[in-house]
């Protein structure tokens, strides 16, 4: 029994040390940022963002491989099936913790087959309306719903979106019937939305801010649980009686799992560089967006809690499946 525990002791000995070795070593080749998504959105601008300073720091290029199609899911199992080595990594999104409870028998588990790195940058959804609809807030945009039930609508990227859970949570946590109108993609539901097809749509702030600024939509609240600083101004659902109300776009960095704890430890850090720098805070301001950098525990209890709010208002909503 000694013996047994003495190999076992030697064995893993020599495993930290192997692991601390492979950290010191990385990377002596580039390293790819798998996107499930396409290229020219916002998700990808912030892996370009991203990947670009954080070559400075790795000495090698960080290249951007975009995998879009599946409703995230065939990019996501690319990194799930990759070798834990770090040069294959996944830049993850809300869908990352959506699409598991609308999609049975995925590819993947998304706890077991990935070590989370760090969250990048949260980004909040703002409530726009077009200006025909007449409520100047929040609390005359609900009692406007209550007076007349499924008389408003709104639209959506798409069923089991971002945008459209936030706006079931929105029914749910307001109390009305706000009704969903799904569109293939978000520029469509906003030019609908402009042109008074739809009357609200519960968008990103980096495409809806220009919108705003001109005059072509009203903003009431953001989504997240502290205001924005592109829309000072605009308050926060949980500001204005729907306590609690949280729902943000975000972007953060995982890896496929068994990547060694120590690897995992020296990507965060260069990553955490490139969030905490003075120009990438800057820039993430601009466009709406709040930088976070966390560490890889942190990221995970963040996933749990996305997976476990729209999980509950999936099932309540009854939504079935993706579009």
Same mark, same amino acid.
Request: charged share 15%.
């Given at each position: 029994m000694n013996l047994r525990r003495a190999c076992f002791a030697v064995a893993a000995s020599w495993f930290l040390i192997a692991s /601390?070795? %492979?950290?010191? @070593?990385?990377? @002596?080749k580039p390293v790819r940022f798998i996107l499930a998504d396409g290229a020219g959105g916002p998700t990808d601008l912030r892996a370009r963002q991203i990947g670009a300073k954080?070559?400075? +720091?790795? !000495?090698?290029? %960080?290249?951007?491989?975009?995998?879009?199609?599946?409703?995230t899911i065939i990019g996501t199992d690319v990194v799930a099936?990759?070798?834990?080595?770090?040069?294959?990594?996944? %830049?993850?999104?809300a869908p990352f913790a959506i699409v598991p409870s609308l999609i049975d028998n995925l590819p993947y588990d998304p706890v077991k087959d990935f070590e989370p790195i760090t969250l990048i940058n949260t980004t909040p959804l703002v409530v726009v309306v077009n200006l025909s609809v007449p409520a100047k807030s929040i609390q005359e945009l609900i009692a406007l719903a209550k007076a007349k039930p499924a008389a408003?609508?709104?639209?959506?990227?798409?069923?089991?979106?971002?945008?459209?859970?936030?706006?079931?949570? +929105?029914?749910?946590?307001?109390?009305?019937?706000?009704?969903? *109108?799904?569109?293939? !993609?978000?520029?469509?539901?906003?030019?609908?939305? *402009?042109?008074?097809?739809?009357?609200?749509v519960f968008n990103g702030i980096p495409s809806a801010l220009p919108l705003i600024k001109a005059g072509k939509l009203r903003a009431l609240a953001v989504t997240s649980l502290t205001r924005s600083g592109a829309l000072p101004d605009i308050p926060t659902l949980d500001e204005v009686g729907l306590k609690g109300f949280q729902a943000v776009a975000w972007n953060g960095l995982s890896a496929p799992a068994r990547t060694p704890k120590d690897l995992i430890r020296k990507i965060n850090a260069d990553v955490l560089k490139v969030i905490r720098s003075p120009e990438f805070v800057e820039r993430l301001s601009a466009e709406g967006a709040d930088p976070?950098?966390? @560490?890889?525990?942190?990221?995970? /209890? +963040?996933?749990?809690?996305?997976?476990?709010?729209?999980?509950?208002?999936?099932?309540?909503?009854?939504i079935k499946g993706l579009q």
């Open positions: /601390a070795a %492979v950290a010191q @070593s990385f990377p @002596s954080l070559a400075e +720091f790795l !000495g090698q290029p %960080v290249v951007i491989d975009n995998r879009p199609g599946g409703s099936k990759s070798a834990p080595n770090g040069y294959t990594l996944l %830049v993850t999104t408003l609508n709104f639209g959506s990227a798409g069923s089991g979106g971002s945008n459209h859970l936030a706006g079931e949570l +929105f029914n749910v946590m307001a109390g009305v019937r706000i009704v969903h *109108i799904p569109y293939k !993609g978000n520029a469509p539901a906003l030019t609908d939305l *402009i042109g008074g097809h739809v009357d609200l976070v950098g966390d @560490s890889p525990e942190q990221f995970a /209890a +963040f996933l749990r809690e996305e997976t476990a709010r729209w999980n509950k208002v999936i099932k309540f909503a009854d």
